[in-house]
């Protein structure tokens, strides 16, 4: 019984070593908002807080690693909402409630809520931005319209272990009753909050998007991250940060028609984002090509309405965190009225799938509720107007 009970105190003390370095080293398992950039670029720079003529609300899930045991996959609940509010924006254009938001004048705001989960780790991460739009003077051949968008968004995030995964079900005495060892409650009550920024720009015009942002640029330590961590005498050396600086660059052509008519218009939209952590000396590239459909039919006059639009794309993901690795994500998107439905999958084919398990394999889907969305295309504005 002895042996048993000091081969179980042994087992605990291993398992509460891998989870701590797995909490020290998650640089390459946050949930990392700019991974969900396919879905709303907001999520990857915050300088696009507000960029849409409609209130676009975001809720979506990913989830890596089909087939395994609940609890080991690693999963990502995620949820945005941005918009403009002064001259025009914030629920009917007409209404009482906009006369309020008037006085905001070019301000935006956005919210975004993370939760993610893997084994016994668990983290919360919500950021509030705040974004102002500069409206720039309109070319001087064509009148296209130019924006700059500055935007800030403090970070709160939350890191945690849950402490029912961490339950034994092996009893060292011989009784049926779920076992807790004394360092394991410890470690199922330990907590640990950081606080972090991001800020952003976004230059915008009818024919592309250029963007720079710095996120994780302002950190807080707190008592999960240390250069040592000590267990049983001990020391394991850590990373300083679970959070990293890193320095994003983004662009993206949204002028390349492929085909027009009355009845359908197909787009290509290509786009590039690179960002590079100084410290660490990680980057990662995305390079997304989409084609995008519109569907349309004639109101009256030189007015049309889009009845549907269709995206299919893939996302190609370069990362050099650990080890070169190279992921696909090809993606559908059905966008109906008001509300619009993608579905991704992430392919890992080149790479150690295990050192990089917070982005590899699965899938996600996310669903948009566009408020206030007008469909309507103007043939006489066609020259001055946003695409969306």
Known sequence: MVDKARFMKRKITLYILFVFLFVAEASAQQAFQYRYHIFDDYLLNPGYVGSKNYYPILIGRDQRFYGLND????????????????????????GKINKF????????????????????TVETNIGVTYGYHLDLNQNYKRKNQRKLILALTPR??????NGNALELNNDPLGGNSAYYDSKITELADARAWMFSADVGALYKTVHGEFGVAALDIVQSKNKMESEFLYINEISYETYDSLYPTKFLVNGKLTYIDMYNSA???VKFIPSLVAIYAPKTQASEFYVDLMLESIFKEHIAGIRSEIVMTGQLGLNIHHSRIYEPSTFLQPYVTFDFKNITITYAQ??????????TAGISGGGQISVILKLSNDRVIRAQ???VSWHD
Do not use: W
């Open 101 to 120: 938001f008037e006085k905001f004048g070019n301000m935006a705001f956005g919210l975004q809520l993370f939760q993610y989960s893997y084994g016994p």
């Open 71 to 94: 609890g080991v996959s690693p999963d990502t609940y995620y949820l945005s909402l941005h918009s403009r509010v002064g001259e025009g924006y914030m629920f009917s254009k007409d």
């Open 346 to 355: 992430t392919i890992n084919i080149d790479g150690d799938l295990a050192r």
């Open 156 to 161: 709160v995030k939350r890191l945690g272990v």
């Open 381 to 383: 504005q066609k020259k």
């Open 263 to 265: 009845k359908i218009d």
